[in-house]
């Protein structure tokens, strides 16, 4: 168990619907990332927060969006989903957010879309 | 970004066999790091591992980043070794880049 918990951890929904994914990070982590695993894309860095902040971008589309709680859990929000959003998202979690930090990943979200 | 290539994409094992597991990257490295990802998806970290080798009981790693790779070594296989490793480097931005994975299967 990595200490990073997401909710939920399955997701079924339908074309053009909006969901969104819960992070808590690890007990005392002040860095919280996201990473999309699908089938033709592999594993991409989505968005990076640091205590609240938006620290770096990946490969997010514009449809999503993510935020940093003052108590540092994440959501990240999709919306007006396409069949091809289907996959897994990752939390991760690290201490400062750093270049030589370790980053400790989430059970993830299966998100399906119908 | 910094482009990651893994080898061999898939590998079958006799239990008990050993194996070694290759990750090549493009550019200087501040951070890698190496996981397994069980059959039920989870993304388990096995090493934090810029430079020099490490040892985790039957796993152990080494990353030669002047040369710009780094190995995993598993030994003594075992049925629950199966799933997808994967190695991360990071450059300079905080985001770590995946390779395409090694798909283990350890036959009994």
């Known amino acids: 168990d990595s200490g990073v918990t997401q909710t939920p951890k399955h997701l079924i929904t339908a074309t053009g619907q909006r969901v969104t994914l819960r992070c808590s990070p690890r007990s005392g982590d002040l860095s919280v990332y996201w990473y999309q695993q699908s089938l033709d894309q592999g594993l991409q860095f989505l968005i990076q927060?640091?205590?609240?902040?938006?620290?770096a971008k990946g490969n997010i589309l514009e449809r999503f969006s993510a935020q940093q709680f003052p108590d540092l859990h994440s959501e990240l929000n999709l919306s007006s989903l396409e069949l091809g959003d289907s996959a897994l998202y990752f939390c991760?979690?690290?201490?400062?957010?750093?270049?030589?930090?370790?980053?400790?990943f989430g059970p993830g979200t299966r998100l399906t879309v119908l | 970004g910094i482009q990651v290539e893994q080898s061999p994409p898939d590998l079958i094992l006799q239990e008990g066999a050993n194996s070694t597991l290759r990750c090549n990257f493009s550019?200087?490295?501040?951070?890698l790091q190496w996981f397994h990802q069980n059959p039920w998806g989870q993304l388990i970290n096995l090493f934090y591992i810029p430079s020099g080798t490490k040892q985790n009981g039957r796993l152990s790693a080494t990353t030669v980043a002047t040369e710009r790779y780094s190995l995993l070594y598993i030994s003594s296989s075992q049925t629950t070794d199966s799933g997808v490793y994967f190695c991360?480097?990071?450059?300079?931005?905080?985001?770590?880049?995946f390779g395409t994975g090694t798909r283990l299967t350890v036959i009994p």
């Open positions: 927060y640091y205590n609240g902040e938006e620290r």
């Open positions: 991760a979690s690290s201490f400062s957010g750093g270049a030589t930090d370790t980053q400790y």
């Open positions: 991360a480097p990071k450059t300079g931005a905080n985001n770590l880049f």
């Open positions: 550019d200087s490295v501040n951070n």
